[in-house]
């Protein structure tokens, strides 16, 4: 059955029950359509068009009616014209090529003599303009600015809009008759005049500092409409046409924005408008707003600044949640231009802390911490603790952090800052970040005289509490380091401080937390370490036997890391003249800079309080080598160790180091039982150890040589006799090593040379900066030993923690025979610490294929650059 009216359509569709028979309804009348369109049928091209936008609008292909629509446009009808250039917009976008056939027919409207076709074109023109019909037909559209129809001025301005979109060097062509338009006294025309002018100054900086002359004109019209009686035609729930005023307070925040003689012009309007319009209806509200935004974003009068703040002040005892939010929001954004003006309604933006919506809270949560400075801090703490105890779980990650941070920033005394931080702890302690928890363990570390006073509080909250992981850990920590102290007692008046703690209740407490529900593997491995630093702060021995009991009960552990420390603990107790000093207090904990949230921090920060990092002191320069591999720190205590207060081992720790450098060159591990020992001498060999040649054929004769022939052996394999070159040399040949006197200009280095292919290093110190060092490294091909091309050639390097290394890209992958390339390497040093490098390298050879090496660079002598 084919419908020949829209309404019998529009009835059939709403009569099917399923989608299929909807389905089926549609495609036989685009079935009928489509052949209608075949015939050529002009008769009934209006209705088959207006089903098909129908059809379109339910989402049903209708893209064969496109030129259909095309040609209705071009009819001469009024009603025909009107349809065809609605199913065009529809239909249609500026991608379509079928558009450039409608350029005529709208150059045509354009200048005909019904103004209501010219809409029409207009319309059409600001709905789907092309770039290129843009440049065709912006002439006409400019010519219909200056019409005396303020109809047509008003479609002609907003279509211009969409011109300068398309094609923003067009904009030079409508400066003049738009500043025309501002005079206009039709409110339709002058609004979207000054939305075509808001446009053009933000499309260019020149069109700006042009309309800056306007401000005057802006102002008056801003005050006429401020000033006037009601007007039935612009009234608006008591407001007269609150769209114009909003156009105008935003296009004088553009044009006034770091101005200061075009901000003086408009500090009188902008009070007047602040103060005269009416905040109980929505729309006053939306005025009132875009005032505060123009005063704020403007350099505006101080006076101005606290009344558009008190606006926003008033906007947060609004019942309506989303007036509160925008407050808060803007007031998050202009904290920074008059903080003491938001100070004074702390009040209720604490409030709104407690608001059912989510959105405000968290709102109010980023304003709050904002204002915390040294005067408040107390106040705004207590108040974020507090809503911190029923804040959501998703708040809280963030809340410790910034509370702890403001506390490490701002803190009156230490002892509230402790106070601060263990409260946080109490409340939230599974929400705390690693970087707050190390902080307030290097804060224990400085502050000695508030240490017993700190084990004591955390003694009494481990009593009362251990569901939260970083309050045991810190409490677990600081009772291993400290419990000589908590044991002695102290003269702090407090109720929940412990007034007498024997030795087995600082015990008893550590079991009970390990048999506890809450113990993981890493609180059992700080427990079995405090427990163990115990005996070194505890006289009695019935403590130490208690605790040795513990150590062989986990000497069996399923855990591999609890059994090691368990096992090494068990045997240090056959030593007792050296445990004191293996079990000493740690040391005060140096400040690291962390990154937290995507911020760099650190503790001398301006903005934020810093979050540290607790390490050791620096590595010393015995320790350089297993730097390079990050393995470690001096006398074999791993950043692991220090994290965990775990004792450096001073038999054990130089010969795992030794282990691992064996296993990473792939030479066998050492025994423990050879006890190998190095002096700082001998360890320093290391590196020197790299430019002396290995010995072949032979057993070492020592461990020192042993460990030597595995450093060694990174260069060459052991069955390869040829010497690695010696480092102090300085040559100007690379790829013969000959010798070159000691006053050439520029000294190279011998690096690698193997299989044909050598590396030399040229330094250089940087003349822009004395703390860089750039050194170029040159690759090349002896094709007498390599046999031709040497290929996929790769290049990585290594320096240790106190530099830091950029690298260029290599001029070539590829070193055809005989040849040679180059790549660029930049290391700041600015501590003046020698360069040593790890070198690994990647190539193939015609007559040695694929080729893997290690090497280590053991630095330039004095006065190589």
Known sequence: MVFYRLKDLIKAIRAC???????AVIQKESAFIRTSFKEENTELRHANISKLLYIHMLGYPAHFGQIECLKLAASPLFSD?????????????????????LTNSLKNDLNHANMYIVGLALCTLGNIASAEMSRDLTSEVEKLLGSSNMYIRKKAALCAIRIIRKVPELQVD??????????????GVLLSGITLITEMCLASDNTLLRFRKSVPILVRHLKNLVSAGFSAEHDVTGVNDPFLQIRILRLLRILGKDDVESSEAMNDILAQVATNTES?????????????????????????RVLAINILGKFLSNRDNNIRYVALTTLNKSISLDVNAVQRHRNIILDCLRDADISIRRRALELSFSLINESNVRVLTRELLAFLEIADNEFKPSMTTKICLAAERFAPNKRWHIDTVLRVLKLAGNYVREEMLASFIRLITQTQEMQGYTVQKLYSALKDDISQESLTLAGVWVIGEYGDILVQGGSYEEEELAKEVSESDVIDLLESILAGPFANQVLREYIITALMKLTSRFSSASSSERVKQLMAGFSTSIEVEIQQRAVEFTNLFQYDEIRPAVLERMPVMQIKETVIAGEHLNSNSSGSAAAQAIDAAGPSDQDLLLDLMGIGTSGGTTNAQINTGAPTMAGNGPASNIDLLADLFGGPSMSPSAAFKPSAAAVGDLFAGLGSPASTGSPPANANSNILDLLGGGMAAAQTPTPAPAFARTTSNASNGSASSQGSSQKTFPVYSKNGFSIVFTPQRDSSNPNVVNILATFQNDQNVSGGAISGVQFHAAVTKTQQLQMRAASSSEIPAGGNA????????????????????????ANHGAVSDLSEFAGFPEGAY
């Open 17 to 23: 029950k399923t989608h299929a028979d909807e389905r």
């Open 81 to 101: 014209k009107r349809l065809g250039y609605l199913g065009t917009m529809l239909l249609l976008d500026e991608n379509q090529e079928v558009l450039t056939l």
């Open 174 to 187: 409508y400066v003049e008759r738009a500043s025309s338009l501002l005079n206009d006294r039709n409110h």
């Open 280 to 304: 109980s209806k929505n729309v006053g509200n939306s005025i009132l707003y875009e005032t505060v935004l123009t005063i704020m974003e403007t350099p505006s009068d101080n006076a101005l």
């Open 822 to 845: 180059t790549q660029l390497l930049k290391i700041a040093n600015p501590q003046k610490t020698p360069v040593r490098l790890r070198l690994k390298v990647v190539y193939t050879t």
